[in-house]
């Protein structure tokens, strides 16, 4: 499996507070991405970044912020946590977008289920 | 803008039988295609991906997908679907054109029955 380890597993917030999940990879890998995966809606991009300190938004950013100061770590903070973002959150890496010598494909972490009371 | 449709919120399919999962995209510029699986509780599993070549794509545990750039679709399919296949599917793109983005569909339910 790919070296990517999200924490924490799980966590139950209350609404308002703001939550901080961590996205650790060991792979040095250049793209990394923040889904939220909720019943009905598939996988959604919330924001990624395609480098140290190069982030962009994805379909659901709204009340999201991202930061990545280091290549291994990639942090999502829910500003004030509202009931609307309890969701299982998956983080994925990538060593690349295109082709070129390179694996092009994403690798997925098993996941934080946030629930936010 | 890119994105991707995955038609059927289920698909159902006898053991033995062929099975087709549909996938259709849109973006401004060549696609990268891909297809994940998902298992109950787990994280998503890569399947195979289309990135240029040839249309027909082979990828893990039989599964198979075909590119069709006319009808902007990348099926995945299998000849014979197992039991064991019964998971959730998901479509993704990547536009070349773009930083790095990818967007998944909405996933399909495949549930094979003995």
């Known amino acids: 499996d790919a070296g990517i380890t999200q924490s924490p597993r799980h966590k139950v917030t209350e609404t308002g507070t703001p939550v901080t999940l961590r996205c650790h990879q060991t792979?040095?890998?250049?793209?990394m991405y923040w889904y939220r995966q909720d019943p009905g809606h598939g996988l959604r991009l919330i924001h990624y970044s395609y480098g140290v300190k190069d982030t962009d938004k994805g379909e659901v950013s709204d009340g999201y912020s991202v930061s990545r100061s280091k290549t291994e770590d990639f942090l999502l903070t829910l500003e004030s946590a509202t009931s609307s973002q309890t969701s299982v959150y998956f983080c994925a890496i990538s060593e690349s977008a295109w082709q070129g010598g390179k694996n092009t494909e994403a690798f997925f972490g098993q996941g934080t289920r946030l629930t936010v009371v | 803008a890119q994105s991707v449709a995955q038609p059927e919120d289920q698909v159902n399919v006898a053991e033995g039988n062929p099975l087709t999962v549909k996938c259709t995209y849109s973006?401004?510029?060549?696609?990268?295609l891909f297809w994940y699986v998902q298992y109950p509780n787990r994280g998503l599993q890569f399947l195979l991906k289309?990135?240029?070549?040839?249309?027909l794509v082979k990828g893990s545990y039989g599964f198979e997908a075909e590119f069709n750039k006319s009808q902007t679709s990348f099926h995945l399919k299998k000849p014979s679907a197992l039991v064991s296949d019964s998971a959730l599917y998901f479509c993704a793109v990547r536009d070349i054109r773009n930083t790095g983005k990818l967007i998944f569909g909405q996933g399909t339910t495949l549930q094979v029955k003995p």
């Open positions: 289309y990135i240029t070549g040839d249309n």
């Open positions: 973006v401004s510029g060549n696609p990268y």
């Open positions: 792979e040095n890998h250049r793209y």
